[in-house]
């Protein structure tokens, strides 16, 4: 390298030298193999020319210009050529003890042991040589571990073919926690540094004796970070970014027990309980790591008048600059439009009656009537509303409404004589379902909308979100365990497909795992209703999953 | 798990003989060990490699970051550049490698496209045939290197989404060009979806943007 370094500026070449450096680095084995190629060429020409030389038993020098290494199946060439000088040289210790080496040499070509008449000492460093070509040239890779991980991997050092070496040491490998049971054949241990560890691998010749050199060669360890660990940085969102909201929120909605008259001519009172809301958002550790806000959103409403409960959950798409804001304004405009026409005097109890029509009778009369009261006075206004709104917000800010692009999933639930009506719209990717665990009932009030590809969906800011499809969907059931809303932050780890959020036991598997049932202990109280459920809820969005670090958001009417 | 699929196409004819070909392989192992280091791209991107002169070859099969090993890339010694054939093989491997997403099995996201070749197509005919093709592939974005002696950029122009050119096809060049393909698959990763083209991070200096 030096060499080099100096001969470009003797010759005043411009070259950056940091260039040269580096590529002569990085290629030196190639570079060094490349060169040996180059000589081998040249070397069998005058291996015949050198026959005399040795007849003269002197002239070393000119043996020396033949290097060894050039040759690329040679060592049982040279093990036996070996042999045979060591017959000269008996005395030469060193010599002698190559000759124990094994012959293999079948097939070498017999002349070959009468070239290159050297000295016993330059017989030997030829011999190195060859060991050096053949090792550097041998393929040896071992599979990648992973950090803090039991690794094991079968090492045979029979298997790489090499009867000239005894033994073979790995330098530094213990520096990665990793070792090397030679009579188990194994490279074993728990990989404690990740990164990619260049090793050196030590040969030992059978001939070897102290103070000789060992021949060697560098191999790759790659070792895999945890993933864990690298997710686990999270920078808080800085507070002056534009549209900031906080990193996570939560909401408890207590519904507190209706108190109705009971009893002998109506004297006494009744306490009867009603359902209560609990939703938690959390950002994801995609958006952690970066400091970057979360997008999703979400509102609750319950009309204490009317009875009705309104659920939104929004998730602003992670390509769109601004969609935290977007999926903040869906929710607030959604909910503000569905409280508001629930409230107005006159259309609940409309819709109340076309509810209990359609109860009595599920006729497709009914089932229109009550499809297009809930379609257009409700569900699907308070959506075109929430567009207008993201819309105006853009308009203001000179932006594209996609800018601000998310999805939007509404739903109102009431409960009658006769059960729920629970009523659905539904916009993008995520969940809403009714679940009821005794007896096991399950209700999916839409479908997500995904593409060919992993990411891709349908947002409200696409004109095309109010024609494309159903997406006001309604049920009346006898009861539920839970009415759920969930972003694909919550759907994708836990649901995995599409056709599995119409599976039960899928829905089985959440209800346990938010009562629980998970690695991390997090348990949602149900039963007791109070404010801990949303604190609760929020720390068990915090599961882990791999390769799902979106933002996630779940509201539960229970 | 969605799997982020990443192509890189790398011409291996004469032209790019000694040190393009060495810094494209140091490129790479560099790229790879520092995606490594990326929780998106560890837990998503899968690579393959597809080397290219006059026949095309996978050199690595879409492999998940975890296990790779970048395998190494001969010295280029054949003469032609079938441009057209590489692009075709390539895109046969994506319709049976890259999953898309039904109702019982989850898709991978849009897969990225690195091209790294001189810009000639020694296959013109078949070339201009298989552009067509390439662009129904749904590539998040694709990207085209331009390198070795006297690129053009009039057929790449046809496909890639961006262009870049190297004038020097020194490893340290090759290597800034790799960190921001590692930089640009990290971004691929997280802004797939609403947009119809990822936006990369603006290349190094060293490199100029084209298109």
Redesign the interface.
């Known amino acids: 390298m030096e060499t080099i370094k100096n001969y470009l500026k003797k010759t005043g070449m411009s070259a950056?030298e940091?260039?040269i450096t580096?590529?002569l680095e990085?290629?030196e084995n190639?570079i060094k193999s490349f060169l040996a190629d180059l000589w081998k060429d040249q070397v069998v020409k005058p291996a015949e020319e050198a026959l005399p030389i040795e007849a003269a038993g002197e002239q070393p020098a000119a043996a020396a210009s033949q290097p060894a290494a050039a040759v690329s199946e040679p060592a049982a060439a040279v093990s036996e050529q070996i042999t045979a000088v060591s017959e000269q040289a008996a005395a030469v210790s060193e010599q002698a003890a190559a000759a124990e080496a094994p012959k293999i040499s079948t097939e070498a070509p017999k002349d070959m042991a009468k070239f290159g008449a050297a000295t016993p000492l330059h017989e030997e460093q030829r011999k190195q040589e060859v060991l050096q070509h053949q090792i550097k040239n041998r393929q040896i890779?071992f599979?990648?571990g992973?950090i803090n991980q039991p690794y094991e991997v079968d090492f045979d050092a029979e298997k790489l073919q090499m009867p000239e070496i005894a033994e073979i040491l790995f330098e530094n490998l213990e520096a990665i926690g990793l070792q090397y049971f030679p009579e188990e054949h194994k490279i074993k241990g728990v990989p404690t540094k990740?990164?990619?560890h260049k090793v050196e691998m030590k040969f030992k010749r059978k001939d070897w004796e102290v103070g000789k050199p060992l021949l060697s060669r560098e191999v790759?360890f790659?070792i895999?970070?945890d993933?864990r660990e690298?997710?686990s940085k999270n920078i808080p969102t800085p507070e002056d970014v534009e549209y900031y909201k906080p990193d996570s929120d939560k909401a408890f909605l207590k519904v507190e027990p209706k108190t109705v008259k009971d009893g002998f001519l109506g004297l006494g009172k009744k306490e009867i309980p009603r359902k209560s809301m609990v939703a938690a958002s959390q950002r994801g550790?995609?958006h952690a790591?970066e400091g970057k806000p979360r997008d999703d959103d979400f509102a609750l409403h319950f009309d204490s008048q009317t009875e009705w409960y309104v659920m939104v959950v929004a998730d602003g798409?992670?390509?769109?600059n601004y969609s935290r804001k977007g999926s903040q304004v869906a929710c607030q405009t959604a909910k503000e439009v569905c409280a508001n026409q629930l409230a107005k005097e006159g259309f609940s109890d409309v819709l109340d009656c076309a509810i209990g029509e359609y109860a009595k009778d599920k006729s497709e009369k009914n089932r229109a009537d009550l499809y297009r009261s809930l379609h257009s006075e409700i569900l699907a206004k308070a959506a075109w509303a929430a567009k207008i709104g993201i819309e105006k917000e853009a308009a203001a800010n000179r932006r594209a409404p996609?800018e601000y692009?998310t999805t939007l999933l509404i739903s109102i639930c009431k409960k009658f004589d006769f059960g729920w009506f629970v009523g659905a719209f539904w916009v993008g990717d995520g969940g809403i379902g009714i679940y009821r665990k005794e007896p096991q009932r399950l209700k999916i009030l839409g479908e997500p909308d995904?593409?060919?590809?992993?990411?891709?969906?349908r947002?409200l800011t696409m004109p095309e979100v109010f024609s494309d499809r159903v997406r006001t969907r309604f049920e009346v059931v006898e009861d539920f365990t839970a009415v759920v809303l969930m972003s694909d932050g919550v759907t994708?780890p836990k649901f995995?497909?599409?056709?599995n959020l119409n599976k039960i036991e899928k829905w089985n598997a959440l209800w346990d795992d938010l009562n629980g049932h998970n690695e991390d202990n997090a348990k949602v109280s149900f039963l007791d209703s109070s404010e801990q459920s949303a604190a609760q809820l929020l720390r068990w969005l915090d599961f882990w999953s791999?390769?799902?670090?979106d933002d996630r958001t779940i509201a539960i009417l229970f | 798990m969605r799997r982020l699929p990443v192509y890189i196409l790398v011409q291996t004819s004469g032209a790019m003989r000694g040190e393009p070909i060495e810094a494209i392989k140091v490129g790479l192992e560099t790229m790879v060990s520092s995606l490594r280091q990326d929780p998106f791209a560890l837990e998503s991107v899968h690579l393959s490699v597809i080397t290219f002169n006059r026949y095309p070859e996978q050199i690595l099969p879409l492999t998940e970051l975890e296990n790779m090993q970048i395998p190494a890339i001969a010295q280029p010694t054949a003469a032609g550049t079938h441009l057209g054939e590489a692009l075709e093989f390539m895109c046969k491997k994506i319709d049976s490698e890259v999953v898309l997403s039904t109702p019982e099995r989850k898709g991978d996201w849009m897969p990225l496209l690195f091209v790294m070749c001189d810009g000639r197509a020694s296959d013109s005919q078949l070339f201009q045939q298989i552009i067509p093709v390439v662009k129904q592939k749904h590539f998040g974005s694709i990207v085209a290197c331009l390198v070795g002696h006297n690129p053009r950029k009039e057929n790449v122009e046809q496909f890639a989404g961006s262009v870049v050119n190297m004038d020097t096809a020194d490893s340290s060049t090759i290597r800034s060009f790799f960190k921001w393909v590692s930089a640009s698959v990290s971004v691929g990763n997280r802004s797939v979806g609403a947009a119809d083209e990822i936006i990369l991070p603006p290349p190094p200096p060293e490199v100029h943007t084209i298109v």
């Open positions: 950056d940091n260039q580096d590529f990085a290629n190639e890779t599979p990648n992973k990740s990164g990619d790759m790659i895999n970070p993933p690298l997710w550790r995609s790591i798409a992670g390509s769109a996609k692009a995904g593409g060919e590809f992993a990411g891709q969906t947002f994708d995995e497909t599409d056709a791999k390769g799902n670090h």
